[in-house]
């Protein structure tokens, strides 16, 4: 293992095929934690997965993340997703020109949500990079595999509810051995030729229907609901 406190001569003759990048936050963590918590925690976990795997880059855990929702409290520092991105993108692109092309990303702040998006955006420009995150279901645990996540039994019977005549027949089922997270790996052509991950056989457009109702009942209920609290906490909106 190689970090940011080893020279220059001495990452080069280490040759590490894997970086390690933990990403944090700095943001409020009620009255007894550090606005550091996730900082340090990514710290933490980065230094112990690295000393795990052995030969790779251990970078330093990014402090500075999205952090929007707790701008209303003291101490909290926030990057817009598009800037956290763009820095991503950036130290990805930075371990790429010095041959490192195998990169796990990780974080601990759940609101850093544009890592996803990001890790697979690059992944689909820079075919010679395999960026991963650093969890997910071990291929020999199929059971935890999710068996509906494009074309399957739900989006079938949508359609077949909503626009019957547009259906044509039925792809096979196909049960992919991969985690959801392996679309930000390889895509969904890697995943499944025809396309379909799921169970379009079992498609139900009388379920489909009667679900549908019951979630638009919900989901007006919600909005209102919603809205009102809203404007209890915040005020009203003003009207020009």
């Avoid at 690295?50 to 003291?74: F, K, R, T, V, W």
């Avoid at 996803?116 to 935890?144: C, M, Q, V, W």
């Avoid at 959801?180 to 895509?187: F, I």
Wanted: proline fraction near 7%; charge should be negative.
């Amino acid at each position: 293992m190689v970090t940011v406190y080893n020279t220059s001569k001495e990452i080069a003759e280490a040759d590490p095929p894997i970086a390690i990048l933990p990403v944090g936050s700095l943001e409020q963590h009620g009255e007894h934690l550090p606005v550091a918590t996730d900082w340090l925690r990514a710290d933490d976990l980065g230094q112990r997965l690295a000393e795990a795997l052995g030969n790779c880059y251990l970078l330093p855990a990014i402090a500075y993340a999205n952090s929007q929702e707790h701008m209303d409290m003291a101490g909290t520092i926030t990057l817009r997703p598009s800037t956290l991105a763009l820095v991503i993108e950036d130290i990805v692109l930075s371990l790429r020109h010095h041959g490192i092309r195998r990169i796990v990303i990780f974080t601990t702040h759940g609101g850093n949500w544009v890592l996803k998006p990001t890790i697979r955006d690059l992944n689909f420009r820079y075919p010679d990079l395999r960026i991963i995150h650093a969890d997910g279901p071990l291929l020999t645990e199929r059971e935890s595999m999710p068996r509906e996540m494009h074309a399957g039994k739900g989006e079938t019977a949508a359609i077949l509810a909503i626009r019957p005549e547009l259906v044509k027949g039925r792809s096979p089922d196909h049960a992919a051995p991969f985690g959801r997270e392996w679309l930000d790996y390889a895509g969904m052509g890697a995943v499944t030729e025809t396309g379909t991950w799921g169970e379009p056989s079992k498609a139900d457009p009388e379920g489909y229907a009667d679900s549908m109702d019951a979630m638009v009942e919900r989901r007006v209920a919600y909005i209102r609901e919603t809205f009102a609290r809203l404007d209890e906490m915040l005020g009203p909106i003003e009207e020009d």
